[in-house]
């Protein structure tokens, strides 16, 4: 069935150094994909998002990659801060399926300064 | 900055009551949704709402779960006869378009 899942479930990265998160997809139907940050007791937060027909996108101290031939996506976050730790989760979706986004299981990353 | 809102931010229930969670959506978003997450689980879509109809729902939402926009800036989701398993964290979410999702911080819900 679709899934989307994640290699690794908690990342520990160095305050000024890069972090690296990864997630898979199976259905390569999807053509929207977005990370989300969620911080303890709060929602998921709108990080970054990509389309199928691109395979980078850059934002503020974030880059995504989209690899459409291995169904892989990550995220790269520049110069970790504190403030980065979370867990980060990727969604995806397809336009077949309307707004219904399938989660990812999520990763944890930790920032120790 | 334009935010969803939920409430109450924490619910404790009796099993077979009902609860009825609400959310103030983005006042320009056209599309309305709500998620859950189990305590260290993923999030997992339950029903998605556009032009005053449910647009999607995902097996989740049986017959116990229903949603209603009952005025311009409220969206509810009612629980009839509260599980044990209904025991989650509810996320409301907004969009402009079938893209980017603001979600709320959430309603915790504790089903004794």
């Known amino acids: 069935g679709e899934s989307v899942g994640l290699h690794l479930p908690t990342l520990s990265v160095q305050e000024g150094d890069n972090s690296i998160i990864n997630c898979a997809y199976s259905?390569?139907?999807?053509?929207?994909f977005i990370w989300y940050k969620q911080e303890s007791g709060k929602g998921p937060q709108f990080i970054i998002d990509i389309r199928s027909n691109m395979d980078k996108r850059q934002g503020q101290r974030v880059t995504v990659l989209l690899n459409k031939t291995v169904k892989h996506l990550s995220l790269q976050i520049a110069a970790t801060q504190p403030g980065d730790s979370a867990v980060y989760f990727c969604a995806e979706n397809t336009e077949a399926a309307g707004n219904k986004l399938t989660f990812g299981g999520g990763t944890r990353v930790l920032v120790k300064p | 900055e334009p935010e969803v809102t939920q409430t109450p931010s924490h619910q404790v229930t009796q099993m077979g009551q009902e609860v009825i969670l609400r959310c103030v959506p983005i006042s320009n978003h056209l599309y309305f949704y709500w998620y859950r997450q189990i305590l260290g689980q993923k999030v997992e879509f339950l029903v998605s709402f556009y032009n005053n109809e449910i647009s999607e729902k995902s097996e989740i939402f049986d017959d116990q779960f229903s949603v209603e926009r009952p005025d311009g800036s409220n969206f509810t989701l009612k629980i009839r006869s509260t599980k044990l398993e209904d025991s989650a964290m509810y996320f409301c979410?907004?969009?402009?378009?079938?893209?980017?999702?603001?979600f709320g911080e959430g309603s915790r819900l504790t089903v004794l």
């Open positions: 259905n390569s139907a999807s053509d929207y």
């Open positions: 979410a907004s969009s402009v378009w079938t893209g980017e999702l603001f």
